[in-house]
T-cell receptor, first 110, second 117 residues
Framework: QKEVEQDPGPLSVPEGAIVSLNCTYS??????FMWYRQYSRKGPELLMY????GNKEDGRFTAQVDKSSKYISLFIRDSQPSDSATYLC??????????FGEGTQLTVNP | EPEVTQTPSHQVTQMGQEVILRCVPI?????FYWYRQILGQKVEFLVS????????KSEIFDDQFSVERPDGSNFTLKIRSTKLEDSAMYFC???????????????FGDGTRLSIL
């Protein structure tokens, strides 16, 4: 079983839609959960960073972590064409190594 | 906003040659990392570095790889004898040591695309 699983998509939505991106994981030791956005030929850009279970909101973005189900989500409200990118979930136990999902390719159509 | 910078953006090297990838982390950060992403695959951890020594490395980071902080601003990854399968995007990342915590979020550069011929 993969440590982190993420549906690679592609996912295509109309502008203004609510987008839901998800990852599941198997390692109970993961405590820190991140979402990165990656544009073509660019590095991962940190969007959200959460510790343990719960919700975190930042503008149009909401991150949810459910440690009991080993499931994390990123919601994007009022999606814009500029949100078109690959979204990577990443997580780690206490310490340094990040484990990434495969990434979900999102296209928001005007 | 401070950022991690990497040079060169693209490196083409003959198989068997040595290559050095360079990174300038965010200035007050003290934890440094290298990751790689083979085309079409996920981002993979290579190594982390703190206080002038390797703190963790993956099984990918074998004797062909080494890291160095040659001065107060640069962080380098050296591949001693490159192989075809080393072709990938290599990302440098750094994090803030706030409170001595290695769990602060990692910020990434835009990567060096390494092509081995």
């Amino acid at each position: 079983q993969k440590e982190v699983e993420q549906d690679p998509g592609p996912l295509s939505v109309p502008e203004g839609a609510i987008v839901s991106l998800n990852c599941t994981y198997s390692n109970s030791a993961f405590q820190y959960f991140m979402w990165y956005r990656q544009y073509s030929r660019k590095g991962p850009e940190l969007l959200m960073y959460t510790y343990s279970s719960g919700n975190k909101e930042d503008g149009r973005f909401t991150a949810q972590v459910d440690k009991s189900s080993k499931y994390i989500s990123l919601f994007i409200r009022d999606s814009q064409p500029s949100d078109s990118a690959t979204y990577l979930c990443a997580m780690k136990p206490s310490g340094s190594r990040l484990t990434f999902g495969e990434g979900t390719q999102l296209t928001v159509n005007p | 906003e401070p950022e991690v910078t990497q040079t060169p953006s693209h490196q083409v090297t003959q198989m068997g040659q040595e290559v050095i990838l360079r990174c300038v982390p965010i200035s007050n950060h003290l934890y440094f990392y290298w990751y790689r992403q083979i085309l079409g695959q996920k981002v993979e951890f290579l190594v982390s570095f703190y206080n002038n020594e390797i703190s963790e490395k993956s099984e990918i980071f074998d004797d062909q790889f080494s890291v160095e902080r040659p001065d107060g601003s640069n962080f380098t990854l050296k591949i001693r004898s490159t192989k075809l399968e080393d072709s990938a995007m290599y990302f440098c990342a750094s994090s803030d040591p706030a409170g001595g915590d290695s769990n602060q979020p990692q910020h990434f550069g835009d990567g060096t695309r390494l092509s081995i011929l």
